[in-house]
């Protein structure tokens, strides 16, 4: 790799991962610092990258009867503290307002670190009957958590993201959005952002605050850590009852109904830079990619070279395809190095000699391969190129994982594992106890990250104290 880096700017992944993620951060022209510690500028290319994630998730939400919505972005102490398990899973986390202007308020006022309770007052007041569910409620906001260590789109104290909040009859209905909700971000990030995950349940001390039970999707990063990439929640009635949201039923009877919330954020950007990307910058996804293909002009001083490539983007784009047409002074060469560090998916060069064969050169981010091809019939052959890079990224992240996955029988056999391999994912039994989740990780570095969904019955024994055990875990290093 080192021999074909194109930029050299950009520190080797295998020197120092944690500046090279900085680096990409910082060329790709992705983010800047903010002079508030801990917040971060989103630049117009990354942002572009959020905008295109907004659309592919917001339209299927909206497919399957969701509404958006927007909530305020100040909840009052009072209305915080009205379900107790909730409030002290975030009061560490939780920015406080105690002054508008010069006075002060009577009231502190939280930044919302998350919308339960602001989502459970109004439904309170908009809920009666039974005709009133389900209520199917999301919104794109930002919200705020006062981190101590924090890291551009990983980690930061304001950061974007979409959280979806629903109301149900029954258990079973809540039960299974939260499913369906959980494969919605599953197949997103498989089949658009070309990350596999693991699908899964949190342990109970793992779960969201105040939820029953916490599903979440699990990627394994390129370094071997693990990243929490989605999380979908059943909260059962008890935010209701905390928040006095009835229903009359259908037999005129009072009830209680059954919530839901879900959601992810801007950490993706984050995972899509540490599965796919490489020494020589970022590779994204075509689904999200700003620019899918770059088109890069050879001798466009030459007469009739830039009309052309003017009218094969325009076929481009005709065909749906996010196309640039770098007509800049710049040399070829530094356009190539360009649009490798930015991940454009497809780069298309051409010169005079091309258009007198009536072809172009394409050559994918993910394996530098060229190929020509006609330019009739260009904008099918582009379409088919970006899904062979789709599934080239999947693959190769699908062989890292693979690769750095470890079943393990015992506490010595996980750190035999992680010393010889490096980090990753280790399956592993567990018999529930919390006291060995918290062994495990005090003697090994690894938690646990989820206990995996549809997997057949295990039998055995525990990882750490060789209990009969059923439940097999997914343990890990976490970002």
């Known amino acids: 790799m080192a021999d074909n880096k194109m930029v050299k700017q950009i520190t080797s992944m295998d020197e120092d991962f944690a500046q090279w993620y900085t680096d990409i951060v910082k060329k790709a022209d992705l983010a800047d610092y903010s002079s508030v ?34 909530m305020p972005m100040f909840i009052s102490e009072s209305l915080l503290q009205k379900e107790k398990d909730h409030v002290a899973g975030f009061a560490p986390e939780v920015a ?14 939280c930044v919302r670190p998350t919308s339960e309770t602001l989502f459970c007052e109004h439904y309170a007041n908009i809920i009666s009957s039974w005709r009133d569910l389900p209520k199917l409620y999301n919104q794109w906001c930002s919200v705020v958590r006062w981190e101590k260590t924090t890291r551009p789109f990983l980690r930061t104290r304001e950061f974007l993201w979409q959280e979806g909040h629903t109301m149900h009859a029954t258990a079973e209905e809540a039960r299974a959005e939260t499913v369906q909700m959980l494969n919605v971000y599953a197949d997103f990030h498989e089949n658009d952002l070309a990350i596999p995950v693991i699908r899964g349940v949190k342990t109970p001390s793992d779960k969201f605050a105040g939820a029953e039970d916490t599903y979440a999707i699990e990627a394994l990063m390129h370094d071997g850590k693990a990243l929490q990439a989605g ?136 394996g530098r391969e060229k190929s020509f091809h006609s330019l009739d019939g260009i904008g099918e052959t582009v379409i088919a ?11 190769k992240a699908l062989a890292n994982r693979e690769k750095h996955t470890y079943d393990c029988e015992t506490i010595d056999q996980i750190n035999a594992a992680l010393a010889e391999n490096g980090d990753g994912f280790v399956r592993a039994l567990w018999c529930g106890e919390e006291a060995c989740e918290d062994e495990v990780k005090a003697k090994t570095g690894v938690g646990s990250r989820c206990i995996p969904l549809n997997e057949k019955k295990h039998e055995g024994v525990c990882v750490c104290c060789g209990k009969p055990a059923h439940q097999l875990v997914v343990w890990g290093k976490a970002y």
């Not at 406080?96 to 006022?109: A, F, N, P």
């Not at 905390?242 to 950007?269: C, L």
Request: with cysteine; proline share 5%; aromatic share 8%.
């Open 37 to 70: 510690k801990g917040c971060m500028i989103i630049r117009p290319y990354a942002y572009a990258i959020w905008e295109n994630i907004q659309k592919i998730l917001d339209t299927r939400f909206k497919e399957l009867g969701h509404e958006n919505v927007y």
């Open 96 to 109: 406080w307002v105690t002054h508008g202007g010069s006075e002060k308020l009577t009231e502190r006022l």
């Open 231 to 366: 999380t979908s929640h059943y909260f059962g009635d008890g935010f209701a009852r905390a928040f006095d949201i009835t229903y009359t039923d259908k037999e005129n009877k009072r009830q209680y109904p059954h919530q839901t919330s879900w959601g992810v954020t801007t950490r993706m950007i984050g995972g899509i830079i540490m599965t796919h990307g490489d020494d020589n910058g970022l590779v994204l996804p075509p689904a999200v990619a700003p620019i899918q293909v770059v088109i890069v002009p050879v001798q466009q001083h030459k007469e009739g070279v830039l009309e052309k490539a003017a009218e094969v983007a325009a076929t481009l784009r005709a065909a749906g395809v996010r196309v640039k047409l770098d007509d800049s002074d710049n040399s070829p060469g530094w356009k190539f190095a360009e649009y490798e560090m930015k991940g454009v998916p497809l780069r298309l060069e051409l010169g005079p000699r091309d258009i007198e064969g009536n072809q172009c050169v394409l050559v994918t981010r993910t």
């Open 385 to 395: 190129k970006l899904e062979e890079v789709r599934v080239a990224m999947y693959n």
